[in-house]
């Protein structure tokens, strides 16, 4: 499914969790009554992500039913935005943050369904760009994105070790190499500093079907693009090194 597609199936999905003219958010000090009043009063799919941000983002964490109600009210549109690379919230890792995916009883299998597929679509969007997208992070920080938020992450992996062109691959290689603390050519450990997102990426990079797909990548792209720097092609050579049995 195009995550076109998703995106709109998540509208109807959504529709059911309305709200009012408050928001449980914090009035204090992190959201004023005019953020709040031009959330509110902004059509769904005409909120920007500036308005979204100073209105709902900003606030500190209730973790009440409500505030995550009002979060799935939301979602539709955050998908929306995070499709096209436009976060409503100062980091792009902490977007999904306030989903609480750490406790899958709050929601429907059908809800977290279209979550993964949404995952996996966006980062295989995200796959087809390098050195950076279009908002200019790095691979590494759409993994930490989906990894601190709870996300299954194995689906989003196998999409990366399936992927076949040749941005991906690049992808690959920077991120083995500005990534991880490799000790010998057949362990890795990386340095994020969330242990289970570690424990997940660690797993499947030394997983030997895993690396067995990217040897055989490498040696495709440094076979049929004679045109590649000498910088790239150190690097390549690099990670062939590192990912030999």
């Not at 449980?24 to 959201?31: G, L, P």
């Not at 920007?48 to 009440?64: C, D, I, N, P, Q």
Request: aromatic share 12%.
């Amino acid at each position: 499914m195009l995550l076109e597609e998703i995106v709109e199936k998540s509208y109807k999905l959504f529709e059911n969790y309305t709200i009012g003219q408050t928001l449980d958010v914090c009035k204090q000090c992190c959201v004023s009554d005019a953020d709040e009043a031009r959330l509110v009063n902004t059509p769904l799919r005409e909120i920007s992500s500036s308005v979204l941000r100073s209105g709902y983002f900003e606030s500190a964490r209730g973790y009440t039913d409500r505030e995550l109600w009002e979060m799935k009210h939301f979602l539709p549109r955050v998908l929306e935005l995070v499709r096209n690379f436009d976060f409503p919230c100062a980091s792009t890792e902490e977007v999904f943050m306030r989903l609480d995916l750490h406790k899958p009883e709050r929601w429907t299998s059908e809800e977290l369904q279209l979550l993964q597929n949404f995952s996996v679509e966006f980062f295989k969007k995200c796959l087809s760009y390098y050195p950076y997208s279009p908002e200019g992070d790095d691979i590494s920080a759409y993994l930490t994105m989906f990894g601190v938020a709870h996300f299954p992450l194995k689906p989003i992996l196998d999409a990366w070790t399936n992927a076949e062109n040749i941005e991906s691959t690049l992808q690959f290689k920077d991120f083995i190499i500005n990534e991880f603390n490799y000790q010998t050519s057949s362990y890795f450990e990386t340095q994020n500093e969330e242990e289970s997102i570690n424990k997940i990426i660690s797993n499947w990079l030394n997983d030997a079907d895993v690396k067995s797909k990217f040897l055989i990548k490498i040696d495709k792209i440094m076979a049929e693009n004679k045109n590649l720097d000498s910088e790239t092609v150190e690097e390549l050579s690099l990670v062939k090194e590192l990912l030999k049995p």
